[in-house]
């Protein structure tokens, strides 16, 4: 099982670094591979969170981000409100949007 996931992590890097030029079309489903959690599967959230450990530390990872969507007063929903399996990859859909009207920003540089 740890063998899997660890082929599956590197397939998923290395697909990552040689994709990351320009494949503004590479969606989220197809960069993860056969990794990817179903859609339809029982909490998956927690699927994701097996790799992408919590939403700490993707907050971390957004920071430079206004607002920050992984850090706000919704809490952990599911990754898949924003994160779609068919959609580009850097490109998530905000569902806060529901109710707020957000642009997200980038922090300048300090
Ligand atoms: C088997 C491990 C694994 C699982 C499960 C997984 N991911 Fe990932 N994901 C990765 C790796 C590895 C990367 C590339 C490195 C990084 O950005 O963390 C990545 C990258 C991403 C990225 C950045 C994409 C980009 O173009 O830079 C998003 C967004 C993402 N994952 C969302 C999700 C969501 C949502 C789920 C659940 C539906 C999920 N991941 C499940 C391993 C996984
Ligand atoms: C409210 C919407 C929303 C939710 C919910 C959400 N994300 Fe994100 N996520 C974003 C946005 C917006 C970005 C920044 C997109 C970009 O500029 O590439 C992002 C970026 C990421 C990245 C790339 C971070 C980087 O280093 O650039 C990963 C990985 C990621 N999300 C994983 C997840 C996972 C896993 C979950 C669930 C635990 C999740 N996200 C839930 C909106 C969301
Ligand atoms: C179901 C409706 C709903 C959703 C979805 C929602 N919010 Fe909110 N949000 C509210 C309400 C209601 C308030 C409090 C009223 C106000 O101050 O506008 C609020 C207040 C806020 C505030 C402080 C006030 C402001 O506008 O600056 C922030 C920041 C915020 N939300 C961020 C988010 C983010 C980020 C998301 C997505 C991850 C999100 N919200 C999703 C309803 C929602």
């Not at 290395?14 to 959690?37: Q, R, V």
Request: positive net charge; hydrophobic residues 40%.
């Amino acid at each position: 099982m740890t063998k899997t996931i660890i082929a599956a992590l590197s397939v998923a890097l290395g697909l990552g670094l040689s994709m990351s030029a320009g494949a503004a079309e590479t969606t989220l489903a197809a960069k993860h591979g056969p990794m990817f959690p179903k859609e339809t599967a029982w909490a998956v959230k927690d699927q994701c969170l097996k790799c992408h450990q919590s939403y700490e530390v993707l907050g971390q990872r957004t920071a430079n981000l206004v607002p920050n969507p992984h850090i706000n007063h919704l809490g952990a929903v599911n990754c898949t409100e924003c994160h779609k399996a068919d959609k580009p990859s850097r490109q998530p859909e905000l569902m806060c949007n529901e109710c707020h009207n957000f642009k997200i920003v980038k922090k300048a540089a300090k």
